[in-house]
């Protein structure tokens, strides 16, 4: 079961971080060995599922992540497209490499009723050395309405020498 890192000193060092793949790195997350990134409580959603080149996770908003209409925030909408987006290409990393957002682009079909509980699904399209392309769908767990959709080009950075690491 993922956990959530509440205070900096919880968080895994970038130094051990780097002995693992992306996709170790992820899979440590949702076993709750490490914990997973604040934002995470903050927005509402947790690490559900992750494998080589996909990563979903699964939430619901409430009031607290509303716009002054009442209405889901598109902010919310972004937030998780790119966590899903992004990790799905942190699972194609090696070791030794970080990434992060170059970009990333949103459209939103529909608005979420407050309480819906949702799956956002990124997928990579491309990992290569440099970038990695991603896309993502936001859709209903019961009803599974599309309600929004993502894509994004991720920077991937090698640190040092790899068989050091």
Same mark, same amino acid.
């Given at each position: ?20 793949? $992306?996709? !170790? ?13 604040? *934002? ?7 690490? +559900? !599922?992750?494998?080589?080149? +996909? #990563?979903?996770?699964? =939430? ?17 909408? =972004? ?17 030794? #490499? *970080? ?24 997928? @990579?399209?491309?990992?290569? +050395?440099?970038? $990695?392309?991603?896309? $993502? ?10 309600? #929004?959709?993502?894509? @994004? ?5 090698? *640190?040092?020498?790899?068989? !050091?690491?």
């Amino acid at each position: 079961m993922p956990r959530i890192a509440e205070k900096p000193e919880d968080l895994l060092h970038q130094s051990d971080a780097l002995k693992l793949s $992306g996709l !170790e790195f992820m899979q440590k997350i949702l076993d709750g060995t490490n914990p997973g990134p604040p *934002i995470a409580a903050t927005m509402g959603y947790t690490l +559900r !599922e992750v494998s080589q080149g +996909r #990563a979903v996770f699964r =939430g619901a908003p409430e009031f607290k992540v509303t716009n002054p209409m009442g209405t889901v925030h598109g902010g919310w909408y =972004g937030t998780l497209l790119d966590s899903a987006m992004a990790c799905a290409v942190m699972t194609c990393i090696p070791r030794g #490499a *970080i990434y992060t957002t170059l970009e990333y682009k949103i459209n939103i079909l529909r608005g979420i009723p407050l309480g819906t509980l949702i799956d956002c699904i990124g997928e @990579t399209d491309h990992v290569g +050395r440099s970038t $990695g392309v991603a896309h $993502g769908e936001i859709r209903g767990v019961e009803d599974g309405k599309l309600y #929004a959709t993502g894509s @994004t080009t991720c920077i991937v950075m090698q *640190i040092g020498d790899r068989t !050091e690491v």
